[in-house]
């Protein structure tokens, strides 16, 4: 091994790539490598290939992740990403589709200003993503009336 990198996280991560899509024995075979998932030839038998493609982790808390989940692990299809970048990446993420735009839920309610529950239990409500996501939330939805007792006895 001349490249002195197999102590290196980036070393590591292209083993696990590796595994998870040719090692049937690896825990997660079945959502890669068993569907169809592969690594390119180039990355898969050269590791200094695959780190001149990559480049160094940008810092923790920074793991592989394919950008199209259905494609294979090949230049152009894998960056460094938070666990954040992940999950809106993953295929279980429902998109919205606003003024053009389409993003996760949770990255919609961000720019909006809105929590993503507030989202989710609007459109499960039956709202439209428009309204999802411009209707303003109402700060309090009636005016509280506050009456001393003599107030309350007056009004019997």
């Known amino acids: 091994m001349k490249h002195g990198m ?6 590591q ?3 696990s790539m ?3 899509c040719e090692r049937r024995s690896y825990h997660l075979f079945r959502r890669y490598g068993g569907r169809g998932i592969s690594v390119c030839p180039q990355w898969r038998h050269d590791f200094m290939a695959f780190f001149r493609d990559i480049g160094p982790r940008p810092g923790p808390g920074y793991s592989l992740d394919r950008i199209d989940n259905d494609g294979n692990y090949e230049p152009g299809n894998v960056r460094w990403a938070t666990i954040q970048q992940q999950v809106e990446n993953s295929s279980a993420v429902r998109l919205l589709t606003h003024a053009g735009l389409s993003l996760s839920v949770s ?3 961000r720019r909006v200003g ?3 529950e507030a989202v989710n239990a609007r459109l499960r409500a039956g709202w ?3 309204d999802a996501l411009t209707r303003p939330i109402d700060q309090l939805r009636r005016p509280v009336v506050l009456r001393t007792r003599a107030q309350e006895r007056e009004s019997e």
Do not use: D, L, Q, T
């Not at 197999?6 to 070393?11: G, N, T």
């Open 107 to 109: 990255e919609w309610a």
């Open 6 to 11: 197999w102590k290196s996280v980036e070393y």
């Open 13 to 15: 991560a292209w083993g």
């Open 18 to 20: 590796i595994a998870r």
């Open 114 to 116: 809105f929590s993503r």
């Open 128 to 130: 439209s993503v428009e």
